[in-house]
Structure formats: C-alpha cells, structure tokens
Nanobody
Framework: QVQLVESGGGLVQAGGSLRLSCTAS????????VGWFRQAPGKDRALVAA????????DYAASVKGRFTVSRDNVKNIIYLQMNNLKSEDTAVYYC?????????????????????????WGQGTQVTVSS
C-alpha cells in the first residue's frame, strides 16, 4: 500500500514556475511508478507526466512537454513536478498517483517504464492557479 501527499501548489503569474512535491509512504519492499494528473473545472482528470519506479523512464503529455519535468528521489520517497513557463490553461487541481509494480522484490528492467493507466493509489490534490 502507498500513501501519497501532494504539496507546493499555489497562485503564480503566467510565465512563472512552481514545483510540486508528492511525498510517498510505503514499505521499503514496495516499488511503484508515479503519475501526475490534473483536473480543471468541468474537465476530466488527465495525466500530464509519468515516471517509472526507478526514475529512469519519464513521459509527458504533449501540452506540457518541454515545460514540465518529473523526477523522483527514492531515498526520500518524494516525487517532484517542476512546472516552468506556466500558462493560464495549467490551472487545475494536481494529483499524484502510484501504480504498484512489486510489493516483494526489486523489479527488473522490463518493468521500468512510465505508466499511463491503472493507478492504484491517489493523493488528495493540490491547487495550482495561474493568473494571466
């Protein structure tokens, strides 16, 4: 099981930057991929960035590629989303989610890739508001 808590949201002007953090709590033997999602009012929740369990693999939605960077510190169990050149359309509640890869042993390289669906655990979300 993985518990997730997001932080770092807030109000920023267009063109500015924010860094979101997702602090994970899990047993040492648990390995998980992570995705960052966002949901704007009246819209479906959508994945914007994903990172593999090791951090070696990342992927991004076209709308944020080149502006957002996902990374993770597996010693501290924190996953980051660095957001640069923010636009008003980035305004949303941002969630991190975890997809369990293994609960017993270190996965092999064949399971070391970003995941786009089937997430098992979710954080509570953090609001990001970009003013134009």
């Amino acid at each position: 099981q993985v518990q997730l808590v997001e932080s770092g949201g807030g109000l920023v002007q267009a063109g500015g930057s924010l860094r979101l953090s997702c602090t994970a709590s899990a047993r040492a033997s648990v390995y998980y991929a992570v995705g960052w999602f966002r949901q704007a009012p009246g819209k479906d929740r959508a994945l914007v960035a994903a990172i593999s369990w090791s951090g070696n693999g990342t992927d991004y939605a076209a709308s944020v590629k080149g502006r957002f960077t996902v990374s993770r510190d597996n010693v501290k169990n924190i996953i980051y989303l660095q957001m640069n050149n923010l636009k008003s359309e980035d305004t949303a509640v941002y969630y991190c989610a975890a997809d369990l890869i293994s609960q017993t042993s270190r996965p092999d390289a064949s399971h070391d890739y970003p995941v786009w669906s089937g997430y098992d655990y979710w954080g509570q979300g953090t609001q990001v508001t970009v003013s134009s």
